[in-house]
């Protein structure tokens, strides 16, 4: 059984470019979470994909994107970055979307926005 | 005021050491509390959730709610220099799914 991965592990950009990170899930689940976590903090919700509709989203403005694929793989995509989008970016994968099923983390994608 | 607050720490203690880690919540209707351990550079992992009040004991591991005063804890026995992390508490609303809320972690430093 794999974990979950995520691509890449580090990423540089500028200001008002724009990203895509991308997460394959564990074997088996069907529900994508997406964090930001910006240094000394913990992660705050940015939006759950669920069998490749959006299930609920956190308090991000919609430059923050995301899709999912029918394999359950997903990609988050940033536009227009600005220098606080600098963060840690996991992406957490789980079999349902219930309050009860266990999140499983990547490793995450640090993003640094110069 | 957020979902769930915790002290950041630094927490410093000798190996062996009992370890008392806690957080609050601010609404009575969280009903599932997390803890996750994060390594330095990875993500969050899971150690130990309990639903509603009670205690939860896992090998050295302990997690506690006391919904009285919307007060979660983790008891560390015989601490290792491995226990070495950041540990963050988490819950999330009753009808919220997977849409956690996370404590800004507290950093713990196990000395051999």
């Known amino acids: 059984e794999t974990g979950v991965t995520q691509s890449p592990t580090h990423l540089i950009k500028t200001r008002g470019q724009q990203v895509t990170l991308r997460c394959s899930s564990q074997?088996?689940?069907?529900?994508v979470s997406w964090y930001q976590q910006a240094l000394g903090q913990g992660p705050q919700f940015i939006f759950q994909?669920?069998?490749?509709?959006?299930?609920g989203r956190g308090n991000f403005p919609p430059r923050f994107s995301g899709l999912q694929f029918p394999n359950y793989s997903s990609e988050l995509n940033v536009n227009a970055l600005e220098l606080d989008d600098s963060a840690l970016y996991l992406c957490?994968?789980?079999?349902?979307?219930?309050?009860?099923?266990?999140?499983?983390f990547g490793p995450g994608t640090r993003l640094t926005v110069l | 005021q957020k979902e769930v607050e915790q002290d950041p720490g630094p927490l410093s203690v000798p190996e062996g050491a009992i370890v008392s880690l806690n957080c609050t919540y601010s609404?009575?209707?969280?009903?599932?509390f997390m803890w996750y351990r994060q390594y330095s550079r990875k993500g969050p992992e899971l150690l130990m959730y309990?639903?509603?009040?009670g205690n939860k004991e896992d090998g050295r591991f302990t997690a506690q709610v006391d919904k009285s005063s919307k007060y979660i804890s983790l008891f560390i026995r015989d601490s290792q220099p491995s226990d070495s992390a950041t540990y963050l508490c988490?819950?999330?609303?009753?009808?919220?799914?997977?849409?956690?809320?996370f404590g800004t972690g507290t950093s713990l430093t196990v000395i051999p």
């Open positions: 957490a994968s789980s079999f349902g979307g219930a309050s009860t099923d266990t999140q499983y």
């Open positions: 074997s088996g689940h069907n529900t």
């Open positions: 994909y669920y069998r490749e509709e959006e299930n």
């Open positions: 609404n009575s209707a969280f009903q599932y």
């Open positions: 309990t639903y509603s009040s």
């Open positions: 988490a819950t999330n609303p009753p009808k919220g799914g997977n849409q956690f809320y």
